[in-house]
């Protein structure tokens, strides 16, 4: 609870956007079955942190026919290093486990620089509406045909699999379109982003599809993989299990404290019974914690400081007796297009929830 934050606001803070939203979570409970008690529980605290966004109602479900044959596909987001090998499903098991190699290249390795750089390439095109250049963004699903040597590698040693295979969390593949690569190309470089145009989509019908992956390096085998698209998207076989659900008998709960402290006074049992409550963290709360890094309050308003306003009976209110000398911000959401924005503390006045302030009233930084 005090390292992780630490990193996420170190990752923030090179990122360039602060982290605003998060909490933690523990868990530890004794679970009686068949007379064996079970101790259940994480094995650390867990910490979930982020932030919002929006995303255009467009850009929300993709479309049948969004890459058209001949479009490009590029790697945006740096180079190729031996990092992420095996995915998730490697990178989540024990260490020790599986191959001393694996275990070590299996590790994400963050380059927050490289993923802003990224983010401020996708959002230039994104602002370009209809002339956005990127067509699509993973899952692509189209036939193609890939040249493995046109990707960007940090290490010269890697070998093909490696290289097709390593997972960069800065690394988006995309399509982009024919007449659309030079702008591509013009604010990638206006935005120092690495990127590796490696192949190009192919026509016909997705019987017809295949993809392709050729290298122009090898000898003995230039073309490395060469099957229909069909072999990774059809449908898998389903599976079936029987589940036989267990009863557990759980011990009613007792608020009083009697039943585990049977031998201290009433005010003691309150006074513990305080302490255990407010030492959960969903109760007492260490979400400034996770907002270390985010003191300034011009994103979403102060993270210490009040969040909602609301001023009855007619009160005035001003900025020494009502307001604490915090920066506030009004967020104001609308729902149907599930979109939200911060508005300058100045807008407060405005705003119906506190439309009781007088016009005299100016907010303390």
């Known amino acids: 609870m005090l390292e992780a934050p630490i990193g996420s606001a170190a990752f923030n803070n090179e990122f360039r956007r602060p982290c605003i939203i998060g909490y933690f979570r523990t868990l530890t409970t004794t679970v009686e079955d068949r007379n064996v008690k079970e101790t259940r529980g994480y094995h650390k605290p867990v910490m979930l942190a982020g932030g919002l966004g929006i995303i255009h109602p467009i850009h929300a479900i993709k479309e049948t026919g969004m890459i058209v044959p001949s479009a490009y596909l590029v790697v945006l987001g740096g180079l190729a290093m031996l990092i992420g090998l095996g995915g998730g499903a490697a990178s989540s098991i024990t260490s020790g486990e599986g191959s001393v190699d694996l275990d070590f290249a299996s590790v994400q390795k963050g380059n927050p620089e490289q993923q802003r750089r990224a983010q401020m390439v996708i959002g ?100 490395i993989i060469d099957l229909p698209m069909s072999t990774l998207f059809k449908k898998p076989p389903k599976m079936h299990k029987n589940v036989t659900a267990r009863v557990l008998d759980h011990a009613q709960f007792d608020n009083s404290l009697e039943t585990y402290l049977p031998n201290i006074s009433l005010p003691e049992r309150l006074v513990e019974a305080v302490d255990r409550v407010l030492k959960l963290p969903s109760v007492g709360s260490k979400s400034f914690l996770i907002t270390i890094g985010y003191r300034t309050g011009l994103l979403l308003g102060s993270s210490l400081g009040i969040r909602w306003l609301a001023l009855g009976n007619g009160r005035e209110a001003n900025s020494s007796s009502h307001l604490p000398r915090s920066i506030c911000v009004y967020v104001c959401c609308r729902v149907y297009h599930q979109l939200g924005r911060g508005r300058h503390p100045r807008g407060t006045k405005a705003c119906p929830v506190v439309g009781k302030l007088d016009g005299s009233w100016q907010p303390s930084w």
């Open 124 to 223: 230039a095109c994104v602002t370009l509406g209809e002339h956005n250049p990127i067509r699509s963004i993973h899952d692509l699903g189209a036939g193609a045909t890939f040249e493995l040597r046109e990707v960007e590698s940090a290490d010269k040693g890697m070998s093909p699999l490696q290289i097709w295979c390593c997972e960069a969390q800065e690394w988006y593949v995309m399509a982009v379109s024919e007449p659309g690569l030079k702008t591509f190309v013009a604010i990638a470089e206006r935005e120092r982003c690495g990127f590796s145009v490696i192949g190009r989509a192919e026509g016909g019908g997705k019987s017809d599809q295949r993809l392709a992956l050729k290298d122009r390096d090898s000898k003995d085998y230039p073309k």
